[in-house]
């Protein structure tokens, strides 16, 4: 077959476009272990980084002695914050307003701060060297408590002390950070008062970690004789950090390169700026060489962006037929040590206040209480938008709470209460407008795949097995409907530290018909050169496999704002989309000139333009990338490139319904997932393939942390879930089957329709795995319990309710 | 994660690593699979300055099956002890409770040996072994002894086990054929420590009982093995949950730990008693 005989669908098949399930061009590398992480880049007389920490989660730093350190062959620098002081780099602003310590500056606020960087030749000798190291500390009282920590007399921040105006806004407490507030308080509050019903309860999300695969580290290259510094890292945001690493070391922005090269998963925790880039940067100017510093495991989870510890307390009213008619929500935040969560700057919860839901409620309001504690920084999005996880979670607990009140079936009362599919684009009570969803037809969809009154019928009779003493096992039935707020964001509103949150795309043709794209994001797994190169394929006809895709290194791609919060598909892959839009009118101009047709004559025609009427005559966009710079076309330049900075209108809402069907031992507390049933609406599919994968991940890492997934703490302030032993992972063995589904609801404003879904596995699969475990127990008395629900925890509730004898 | 720095030594046979470890007396450690202390030394919590590797010594491996004793060379993992068809026929209790060690991963290289030697409570073939009434051949200086594994275990870490002696072989009688076997654990995750478990043989008016992870040893109870012998399941279970100290950690407070310690006990009875001739 040639392109004569080829018919559009197939030449239209033959570009893999989107829709299409193409595999994945990153796992050629991946699979063969070929990919190129930070710590495979080896520079000429490289030297290593290496932390002292702080054991202790609040201390006075009373000496640091370094001579042992020092003493040591290999050994080539120490740095302490003495150190780092006259430059002015011993703090760090965070992302959201606050200022960090670099390295401990008179005090340390949590265990595994960092106290003292060694410089050594080798990491085996920086590691030696980092224990002896002596630091003489003075125990400080610890808060671990965010409540305890807002009456205590303990002044965590002496550095703040008097202030009484933080970076949002007034501070009640010298451990408060700030209140943000939102909606109509005395509106629902009046709703409250005469609600016939109002169910009331305290949902805590516990504090977890992202943990990727591969930890933090960067390699800081300076090369005094050009001036240049080169900064590779593993940065979701390689732009980003550029920018602030130009603004906090006064180097000229044009002379920082920062490369973000393969990425081992993000999840949140490499958005923002870790002390240890800063050190391996003045290292690297102090020395003259490459500096290069990894975490290990344990100073990951201990140290860098811990994700959500946010205490809800929730008021949801209802008539008496379930029509819910006010939601209230006061969440205590507890943010540690410094303030360092990573949200668009007028968001200090981020955008809790999508904890609507895909509920039609007239009224609301949600404050929210950032507090200082003894426990690390961070709260980012671990694989959500910026605190969508929290505010999903709140909202399906809540309705499941509200069910139990009413006596309803959980099904029917979200059934009732869903925003209708006329009633979009949907002012939300809290502020949002919701640009497109269907949630009854996906609803329907779903509640029939899983046969859920077949369920419902199967947990009645278990029930009754139950109490007959014929089965020590109980049958739970989680339901989730959720909505995101996703693709930060319109520039009006979204920014981070300053920089207004759109994102790019510049696409170069080839002449022979290939080409190459450069994005401002990174992908850190979630297969950009795929699916890009599929838009690009659809847009201008080009086959994606003759597109490559760059992105991540700021001296070739566009700036751009990086890769989280699922913006990259509803701001980058827009981009893409109008990069592409860019190049077609000038490809049609080349195309008329080369058939001697006038350019309103040339029609598109999925990988070429034709005579309008005579199909016959055109010219394939191989042939015109060749004529972009072979031919002399009167009044046109030579080439065939273009670049799109693309500031999305509105932010996107993906939904999904999920449910899961798990067994419960009331005996040990053993859990097993018999069913997940995922239904995810991310608007137009651009990769089923890549779309099935990250809703498999994402569950996954849903169950982990609904299931046993946490950062505790001891009362003394010492991480008690450190290593993988303790810190849960699921294994092939504790993963259940998945099965996946979908409906198509299209954004209207995004030039593809497509709404992004890395994140939704995990909004939604969370709150699914927490509604089983309390569904199972639901008949017996259970309202509310916290996650995350390990084998004793879920033993405890049983035991509470007396199923112990 | 990386550990203080040490002299690597890799003897032929076992009097070289005798000599080795007198030479450097408490400085020196042997090391096996290295799956227990490899970790420990990562973290720094075991530090020495002399590392005898053990995997060159060839008559520390090998598995043998008798018709009443099997024995087990200290080096051989716990994946042979899963793989080894005559051990299974003879003693399946070993390849269902090694089953349940780590993955598969730590399995090639962890070695049996290691595993009883290491001390630690989480451990689940010190429990085994003190159900089983193996006995552990130690080679010193002054030559070999052995010391039934119901008397080694001293506290979390501390063994009979004189410091320059090397553990090389395990001796494991035989059950009769009418014995029924069980090892059940309850484990957060692939990978993980027991929660709780239980070794169990029963038959021919016998039985013996163990549990693991569950005190500062593995608990073998007397008492508990002759309610079980006597067909008192509730007598054995008592006596097992008076022997037992478990202590609070991740896995969850103590009263969990006793619940779950009696429910995995008496599942590990009702399977062995299923399978007693
Ligand atoms: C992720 C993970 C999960 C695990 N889960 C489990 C589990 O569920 N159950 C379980 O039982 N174990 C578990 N383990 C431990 C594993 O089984 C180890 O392999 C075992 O505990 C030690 O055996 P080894 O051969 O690796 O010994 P090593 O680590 O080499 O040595 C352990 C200790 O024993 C001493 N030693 C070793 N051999 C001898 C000898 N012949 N004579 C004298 N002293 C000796 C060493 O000096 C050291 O002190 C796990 C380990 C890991 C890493």
């Known amino acids: 077959m040639n392109d004569q005989t080829m018919t559009p669908e197939e030449r239209a098949a033959n570009l893999k476009g989107m829709g299409c399930a193409r595999k994945r061009v990153e796992d050629v590398r991946f699979t063969q272990g070929k990919g190129n992480y930070v710590d495979d880049i080896k520079l000429d007389g490289m030297l290593f980084g290496a932390f002292v920490r702080s054991p202790y989660a609040h201390a006075r730093v009373v000496s640091v002695n370094k001579d042992a350190a020092l003493a040591v062959p290999g050994v080539v620098a120490v740095l302490t914050a003495e150190d780092l002081a006259p430059l002015g780099l011993h703090w760090m602003p965070t992302l959201a307003g606050d200022k960090q310590m670099v390295l401990a500056d008179g005090k340390v606020l949590f265990q595994g701060q960092e106290v003292a960087y060694v410089v050594a030749e080798n990491r085996y000798i920086a590691a030696d060297a980092a224990e002896l190291v002596d630091v003489e500390y003075e125990e400080l009282p610890v808060l671990t408590d965010p409540f305890e920590a807002l009456k205590s007399d303990v002044v965590l921040r002496e550095d703040l002390a008097g202030q009484t105006e933080g970076a949002h806004g007034p501070r009640k407490h010298h451990n408060h950070i700030f209140t943000w507030e939102q909606g109509d308080k005395d509106a629902t509050e009046a709703v409250l008062g005469e609600a016939d019903v109002v169910a009331e309860e305290m949902v805590y999300y516990h504090r977890t970690h992202p943990c990727p695969l591969e930890t933090c580290g960067c390699v800081a290259s300076m090369d005094k004789v050009t001036g240049k510094l080169t900064l590779y890292g593993t940065f979701q945001a390689p732009h980003a950090i550029r920018t602030v690493v130009s603004l906090i070391s006064g180097l000229a922005e044009h002379n920082i390169r920062v490369i973000s090269p393969d990425i081992g998963g993000g999840f949140g925790n490499k958005v923002g700026a870790y002390a240890g880039y800063v050190c391996s940067v003045v290292a690297s100017i102090v020395t003259g060489q490459p500096v290069k510093w990894v975490e290990n495991r344990m100073e990951n989870l201990m140290s860098t962006a811990f994700a959500r510890d946010y205490w809800m307390r929730g008021k949801i009213a209802a008539t008496k037929a379930g029509k819910i008619t006010g939601l209230w929500c006061h969440t205590t935040a507890d943010h540690g040590g410094f303030d360092a969560c990573a949200d668009p700057t007028k968001f200090p919860a981020g955008f809790m206040n999508i904890c609507t839901g895909s509920y039609d409620i007239p009224v609301a309001y949600l404050a929210v209480d950032g507090v200082y504690t003894n426990k690390a920084p961070g709260g980012v999005a671990y694989r959500c938008s910026f605190r969508v996880t929290e505010a999903a979670y709140f909202i399906e607990r809540m309705i499941e709470v509200l069910a139990i009140k009413l006596n309803m079936d959980a099904a029917e009362l979200r059934r009732i209460n869903f925003i209708k599919a006329e009633q979009f684009p949907y002012q939300s009570a809290l502020g949002w407008e919701y640009d497109s969803g269907d949630y009854h037809t996906a609803w329907d969809k779903a509640l029939k795949a899983v046969d859920y009154e077949g369920l419902r019928a199967e947990q009645a009779q278990r029930i009754e097995d139950f109490k007959a003493g014929k089965t020590r096992k109980l049958l739970g039935i989680g339901l989730t409907h959720f909505t995101e707020i996703v693709g930060a964001g319109p520039v009006k509103n979204c920014d981070i530290l300053g920089l207004g949150m759109f994102d790019s795309c510049e696409i170069r043709i080839h002449p022979t018909g290939s080409a190459i794209a450069r994005l401002g994001t990174i992908s850190q797994g979630q297969g950009h050169a795929t699916t890009f190169a599929q838009i690009i394929a659809s847009e201008i006809g080009l086959p994606a496999d003759d597109i490559t895709l760059e992105e991540g290194d700021t001296d070739t791609a566009p700036y751009g704002l990086g890769t989280y919060g699922s913006r990259s598909t509803p701001v980058a892959g827009a981009a893409t989309a109008m990069a592409a839009r860019k190049i077609r009118p000038k490809a049609q101009m080349i195309a008329a000139y080369l058939l001697e047709v006038h350019d309103n004559d040339v029609e598109w025609d999925v990988d070429r333009f034709a005579v309008k009427g005579a199909p016959e005559r055109f010219k394939t966009m191989k042939e015109i990338a060749f004529a972009a710079y072979n031919q002399a076309i009167p009044g046109l330049e030579p080439g065939l490139e273009a670049v799109s900075y693309y500031d999305p209108p509105n932010m996107t809402y993906p939904f999904g319904a999920y449910i899961c069907v798990m067994e419960i031992d009331v005996d040990t507390g053993e859990w097993e997932v018999r069913q997940f049933y995922a239904l995810d609406d991310c608007g137009t599919r651009i990769n089923p393939m890549i779309i099935e994968g990250q809703v498999h991940g994402g569950v996954t890492e849903a169950l982990a942390i609904a299931m046993g997934q946490e950062i505790a703490y001891d009362e003394m302030g010492n991480v008690k879930t450190g290593t993988l032993m303790d810190f849960f992972i699921p294994t092939a063995w504790e993963t259940p089957n998945y099965t996946t589904d979908h409906t198509v609801t299209p954004s209207p404003h995004h030039p593809i329709g497509a709404k992004g879904v890395g994140e939704s596995p995990n909004v939604g699969g969370v709150p699914a795995f927490s509604n089983a475990v309390h569904d199972a127990f639901r008949p017996f008395g259970l309202v509310q319990s916290h996650m995350p629900h390990d084998h004793w925890r879920i033993w405890k509730i049983a035991n509470g309710l007396g199923m112990h004898g | ?277």
């Open chain 2, 1 to 277: 994660m990386i550990p203080a720095g040490f002299e690597y030594h890799r003897p032929g046979d076992i009097a070289s690593a005798i000599g080795i470890l007198q030479e450097h007396g408490d400085e020196a450690r042997v090391i096996a699979g290295g799956h227990s202390l490899i970790p420990m030394m990562k973290l720094r919590m075991a530090e020495m300055g002399h590392l005898v590797d053990l995997q060159a010594i060839d008559e520390l491996k090998g598995i043998e099956v008798g018709s009443d004793t099997v024995t087990l060379g200290a080096m051989v993992t716990q994946h042979e002890l899963i793989t080894h068809d005559g051990l299974a026929t003879a003693i399946p209790l070993i390849r269902e409770a090694a089953l349940q060690i780590a993955d598969p991963q730590v399995r090639y290289m962890g070695t049996v040996g290691g595993n009883v030697a290491n001390g630690d409570p989480g451990n689940d073939m010190p429990g085994l072994m003190q159900c089983l009434n193996a006995s552990f051949e130690l080679s010193g200086p002054d030559g070999k002894r052995s010391v039934a594994a119901r008397d080694f275990y001293e506290a979390a870490y501390f063994t009979a086990r004189e410091d320059e002696e090397i553990l090389t072989r395990i001796s494991i009688p035989v059950p009769g054929a009418d014995v029924g076997q069980a090892y059940e654990k309850q484990k957060r995750k692939i990978g993980d420590y027991a929660t709780a478990a239980a070794a169990v043989m029963v038959g021919n008016g016998t039985a013996s009982v163990a549990m693991t992870n569950l005190a500062d040893t593995p608990i073998w109870s007397e008492e508990a093995g002759a309610w079980l012998a006597g067909g008192n399941v509730d007598g054995c279970v008592a006596a097992m949950l008076d022997a037992i100290d478990p202590v609070a950690d991740n896995r969850g407070p103590v009263e969990f730990k006793k619940h779950v310690a009696a429910v995995v006990l008496r599942r590990a009875i009702d399977r062995a008693q299923s399978r007693a001739g």
